[in-house]
């Protein structure tokens, strides 16, 4: 891939871990307020149980999103962006513009799924 094409991802790799670091910020601090059960009724805990075990899920996918973002930047330093982790062709341009941290080409990564053990 041309250098122009890896600074183009850089920054679009780049914008999407701004948006997702504040999207875990904004659920930090939601977890933080929700956690005043003291003056709550037993229906009122179970809603804010459910509702704290949601923010940590959803927490939980914007750390592991940022982290594959780390991963695509790293190879686009490396220059190695966009080539299958499976079967090191590259990944076509259409998957990249839709998921630009894509680490497997859509056929590697249907077989992958089909087996089970999709990282």
């Excluded at 701004?18 to 307020?33: I, K, N, P, T, V």
């Excluded at 809603?47 to 930047?73: C, F, K, Y």
């Excluded at 056929?107 to 999709?118: A, F, M, P, V």
């Amino acid at each position: 891939m041309n250098k122009k094409k890896l600074e183009h991802y850089k920054e679009i790799l780049l914008e999407r871990r701004l948006e997702l670091s504040a999207d875990l910020q904004r659920q930090s601090e939601r977890g933080l307020d929700q956690d005043r059960s003291d003056a709550m009724d037993t229906i009122d805990q179970a809603d804010s149980s459910v509702a704290a075990d949601l923010n940590l899920t959803r927490r939980e996918m914007i750390t592991q999103q940022i982290r594959d973002i780390d991963i695509a930047l790293e190879k686009i330093k490396r220059e190695e962006f966009g080539v299958c982790e499976s079967c090191g062709e590259d990944i076509p341009e259409g998957r990249l513009k839709a998921r630009p941290n894509a680490i497997y080409c859509i056929q590697c990564k249907d077989e992958i799924e089909k087996r089970g053990n999709l990282k």
